[in-house]
């Protein structure tokens, strides 16, 4: 195998002697475990896997990168769809064991280490009621997706997650630890909030703090998924006017077999409309009662609750180790063509498992200018995320091909991507998903900070 040529057991030796976390190498037996990514349908082999303790071992691990010629993987939360945080023989630098997080009510800032997962997070900031605007699973890492953008619940009332970032600690491809915010390399800190991991390894990220719940209204309302282009057509104006405070995300799915679902419904076709109120509950009740009474929902679930149980609704149906495939576009509208082919393929979905959600974006994030960070998209109104899923390789193919169908089928009305929701779909998709001006921008910073492209595993902007 490539990684015995590669590794010099007497270099690897000297990394490890004043290394704070762990080495990880594939005759340990916990490799099989720590070279797992989200996605069970991605399986590589590393050379090495670096588990971080903190900064320093992150600055080692990549000057032992460089001075060894390996591939450079890095890995926080590992939910890159396509797995881009593992590599197939190179080194994999992990930033999972770095969970420090401290907030500052008084301030209300925040400060979390790379390796915090959005619950992790949740859990801190929450014990003040306060929050950052992340994404909609606890278990996905802090660091990939604030350095995507960071969608969510909170985004129409706060914006995306980089819209509260204060600043950055990085480690570049020199293995320097610089800071970069408004002030402090702003080019950089421009970079980092949309460019993904192009420019260094983060290792800590500051937040500004929002005050929130800690109870909120929120949670799932269900109709038969025929109702589908009749709910979707009311939606569409129910939202046109709908405040800051509500986050809504459309899915098709077959009803998962949850302790919260009646067994009736059990994989039963049907379309949901998953509410999130970030403000006044009775105000919230009168935001959402049009959409409650819109048909007879066949379940109702949406009820005053604290926001970590609501941010953990959708942990058991995207579980580790499934097999998952992406296709992502952002439409302008929700127009009568754009509902009857989601309606359509949505009937055709095989998987018990499968779903899409649908984002409503809008407030907040698009009000913030189109030239203030590297994210592009911001005017974006609907984001679909097509995810098909199957619990094994069985049955994945087909799902691919109806993912890909309903993609397709949308292409006429794509706008924007986002990147966080590509997989791997070579250097065009990336540079529409940042619009040429933007991805010019992003190559002359990552001709500055990693003119190698030692970070590569990534959706990648190259140097030249
Ligand atoms: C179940 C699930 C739910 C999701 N929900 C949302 C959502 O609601 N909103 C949203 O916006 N996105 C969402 N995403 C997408 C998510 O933002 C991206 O997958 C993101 O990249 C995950 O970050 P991570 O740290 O977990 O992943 P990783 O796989 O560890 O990393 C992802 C990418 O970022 C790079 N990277 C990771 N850490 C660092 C670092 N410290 N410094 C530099 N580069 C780094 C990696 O090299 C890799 O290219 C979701 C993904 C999953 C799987």
Redesign the pocket.
């Known amino acids: 195998m490539t990684t015995e040529v590669l590794l010099d057991p007497a270099a690897v030796a000297e990394l490890e002697r004043s290394f704070r976390g762990q080495l990880v190498r594939p005759e340990d037996p916990t490799y099989d475990e720590q070279r797992r990514?989200?996605n069970g349908s991605i399986s590589r082999f590393p050379a090495l896997i670096a588990r971080c303790a903190g900064a320093a071992d992150v600055i080692a691990a990549v000057r032992f990168a460089r001075a060894s010629g390996l591939e450079v993987?890095?890995?926080?939360?590992?939910?890159?769809?396509a797995g881009?945080?593992l590599c197939e023989g190179g080194l994999v630098i992990d930033?999972g064991l770095m969970k420090g997080i401290r907030v500052d009510s008084v301030t209300r800032t925040a400060r979390a280490q790379?390796g915090v997962f959005l619950g992790e997070l949740d859990r801190e900031t929450q014990a003040f009621g306060l929050a950052v605007p992340a994404?909609?699973?606890t278990h996905?890492?802090i660091?990939?997706?604030t350095?995507?953008?960071?969608?969510?619940w909170l985004t129409r009332k706060y914006g995306l997650t980089i819209d509260q970032l204060l600043g950055v600690d990085l480690v570049t491809a020199d293995g320097e630890l610089v800071r970069a915010t408004e002030s402090e390399n702003p080019e950089l800190f421009w970079g980092v909030r949309g460019g993904?991991?192009n420019f260094g390894?983060?290792t800590d990220f500051e937040f500004r703090l929002n005050p929130l719940g800690p109870i909120v209204l929120a949670g799932p309302i269900l109709w038969p998924m025929s109702e589908s282009p009749r709910l979707l057509r009311f939606y569409r104006e129910w939202v046109e006017d709908a405040p800051d405070e509500l986050a809504t995300i459309v899915l098709h799915r077959k009803a998962p077999a949850l302790p919260s679902v009646p067994p009736e419904l059990h994989g039963k076709p049907v379309v949901v409309v998953a509410c999130c109120y970030a403000g006044d509950a009775e105000r919230g009740e009168r935001v959402i009662r049009p959409l409650r009474r819109f048909g007879a929902p066949v379940l109702d679930l949406c009820a005053a609750r604290p926001f970590v149980q609501h941010q953990a609704m959708f942990d058991p149906t995207?579980p580790h180790g499934w097999w998952y495939y992406f296709r992502s576009c952002d439409v302008a509208e929700l127009s009568d063509e754009v509902i009857d082919i989601t309606a359509d393929h949505a009937m055709r979905m095989r998987s018990p498992v499968s779903t899409f959600p649908i984002f409503h974006l809008g407030g907040a994030a698009a009000r913030v200018s189109d030239e203030a960070t590297a994210y592009n998209g911001r005017p974006a109104r609907f984001r679909f995320n097509i995810n098909a899923t199957t619990v094994t390789s069985d049955g994945f193919d087909d799902e691919r091909t109806w993912a890909r169908g309903l993609w397709s089928a949308l292409q006429p009305f794509h706008t924007s991507v986002y990147v966080?929701?590509l997989m791997d779909e070579g250097e065009e998709r990336i540079r529409q998903a940042y619009g040429t001006e933007k991805f010019d921008r992003l190559r002359a910073l990552k001709r500055r900070y990693d003119p190698a492209n030692v970070f590569r595993?990534?959706q990648n902007i190259p140097p030249g």
């Open positions: 990514v989200w993987a890095v890995r926080s939360g590992g939910h890159s769809f881009l945080s930033l790379a994404g909609i699973v996905t890492g660091a990939g997706l350095l995507g953008g960071g969608i969510g993904g991991g390894i983060v995207l966080n929701f595993h990534n």
